[in-house]
């Protein structure tokens, strides 16, 4: 951790800046390898079943622009345009280096500057429509698959297979939403993410360890409430 760049978040700050905060057990404020790992799992394990999901609906119907394009767009949001309208505004991503150090994405590449203002509604609309395609396009290409397998009468263990494999894909939707909800965005310090619920009294306490953060969101408008 950094002790000599004081204009870092605190969650880039020696550790001895946390002793006594109150927000250590509220935020996920620092890095947690533990946390990290639970999410990777996770993550890898939704994300290869809705490669499984498009890849299987796009043999089943023969529309395999389908996948290509599912593909395309996963791996660029992931490798490069999720990290430009999301994690640059975050403060885990205000550290220097080639490669996220967090706790969703770690390791991806690091190609944008950090800016410490909220994310803004263009950025969150982008967000909404790209999150929103990858996360729904596997459920609608697993049910039209369903019916294809099913209207051309293309055998019983088709049909199953495409049946059984969407609803897994829905199981895994609300799964690992949840799974987010829970441990993710009600404690996550990008707080101007579209799916954040950290609540206003914790967001006001973190900007008011972080002066520069602070300003950047006072700039854009952001209110504090009363200490
Ligand atoms: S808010 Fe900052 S100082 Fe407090 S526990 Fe989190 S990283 Fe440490
Ligand atoms: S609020 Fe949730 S979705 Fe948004 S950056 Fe944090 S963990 Fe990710």
Redesign the pocket.
């Known amino acids: 951790m950094d002790k000599q760049a004081p204009d870092l978040?605190?969650?880039w700050?020696d550790?001895s800046?946390?002793l006594d905060?109150?927000?250590?057990d509220e935020?996920n404020?620092?890095h947690d390898s533990e946390l990290l790992a639970c999410f990777r799992q996770r993550h890898l394990g939704y994300r290869a079943l809705a490669f499984l999901v498009v890849g299987v609906a796009s043999f089943v119907t023969g529309l395999w622009w389908m996948f290509l394009i599912y593909a395309i767009v996963t791996v660029l949001n992931f490798t490069v345009v999720e990290s430009w309208y999301l994690c640059r505004h975050c403060p885990f991503y205000s550290r220097d280096g080639r490669t996220l150090q967090c706790l969703t994405l770690q390791g991806m590449p690091r190609l944008w500057k950090y800016d410490p203002s909220p994310i803004t509604r263009s950025e969150q609309l982008i967000m909404t429509a790209v999150g929103g395609f990858i996360d729904l396009f596997p459920l609608l290409a697993g049910a039209y698959g369903s019916w294809v397998a099913f209207s051309t009468n293309a055998g019983l263990t088709a049909i199953a297979i495409m049946i059984v494999l969407t609803l897994a894909m829905l199981a895994a939707a609300g799964y690992f939403g949840k799974y987010l909800a829970d441990n993710y965005c009600v404690r996550c310090?990008n707080f101007s993410c579209v799916m954040n619920k950290t609540s206003k009294l914790l967001v006001d306490?973190?900007l008011r360890?972080?002066p520069v953060m602070r300003e950047a969101w006072e700039a854009c408008g952001y209110v504090l409430g009363d200490e």
Request: contains cysteine; proline residues 5%.
């Open positions: 978040p605190c969650t700050l550790e800046v946390c905060c109150s927000l250590a935020l404020c620092r310090v306490e973190y360890k972080n």
